[in-house]
């Protein structure tokens, strides 16, 4: 079962717009991740952030979590035709960071 | 740090045969994930190794499928009488092995049951 849900399932922008992406989860949790994977390649960690941050940023990403809401966002800013790809929230679920992903959100940057 | 490498990338069987891939982790990398994606979703969980011992096994882990990772390195995972249903892509994650820590996942195998 997946825990995680991203919404929305599909995103198309323009370059140099931003992206937003929201994933909500069910259970309580340790982290929150988010990655990102190219069609036909494996994932690739952006960020992680703590139960107990609210937001985070890293280069052109920043992460919010709302630990009571049970939600967390991931915004790209100034969007690049690189930035292209599916991009998943995942969480930790018991004490060896098993990480149990959503389903995804495709995101497609046009030139 | 070489990655996590997996191998092969593809495999194309016939129904009913047996399969097997292999993982090799980041090496200094105690735990060891494996997961299945199909096209359209996220990875799910099927297995995770803390150094050679299998912690946990999924649901989604029938008597068909064993794993295993002799002396806590490369891991193996082989599929008996293959299904349409196995066919998916196969990915494998390793961790440090404490604290948070983000997994750093292979390219996976892409398993195609004819």
């Known amino acids: 079962s997946q825990q995680g849900e991203e919404d929305p399932q599909a995103l198309s922008i323009q370059e140099g717009e931003n992206a937003t992406m929201n994933c909500s989860y069910k259970?309580?949790?340790?982290?929150l991740q988010w990655y990102r994977q190219n069609s036909g390649r494996g994932l690739v960690h952006l960020i992680l952030?703590?139960?107990?941050?609210r937001e985070k940023h890293s280069g052109r990403l920043r992460v919010t979590l709302d630990t009571s809401k049970k939600s967390s966002s991931l915004l790209i800013t100034a969007s690049r035709a690189a930035d292209t790809a599916s991009y998943f929230c995942?969480?930790?679920?018991?004490?060896?960071?098993?990480?149990?992903f959503g389903a995804g959100t495709r995101l497609a940057v046009h030139p | 740090d070489t990655g996590v490498s997996q191998d092969p990338r593809h495999k194309i069987t016939k129904r009913g045969q047996n399969v097997t891939f292999r993982c090799d982790p980041i090496?200094?990398?105690?735990?060891l994930y494996w997961y299945r994606q199909t096209l359209g979703q996220g990875p799910e969980f099927l297995t995770y190794?803390?150094?050679?011992?299998?912690?946990?096994k999924s649901r989604l882990l029938s008597d068909r499928f064993s794993a295993e990772r002799p002396k806590g390195s490369f891991s193996t995972l082989e599929i008996q009488r293959t299904e349409q249903g196995d066919s998916a892509m196969y990915l494998c994650?390793?961790?440090?092995?404490?604290?948070?820590?983000?997994?750093?996942f292979g390219n996976g195998t892409r398993l195609t049951v004819t």
């Open positions: 090496s200094e990398h105690n735990r």
């Open positions: 952030i703590r139960s107990n941050e």
């Open positions: 995942a969480t930790d679920s018991g004490g060896y960071n098993k990480l149990i």
């Open positions: 190794f803390q150094n050679e011992a299998q912690l946990e």
């Open positions: 259970t309580s949790i340790n982290n």
């Open positions: 994650a390793s961790s440090p092995g404490t604290g948070l820590s983000p997994l750093h």
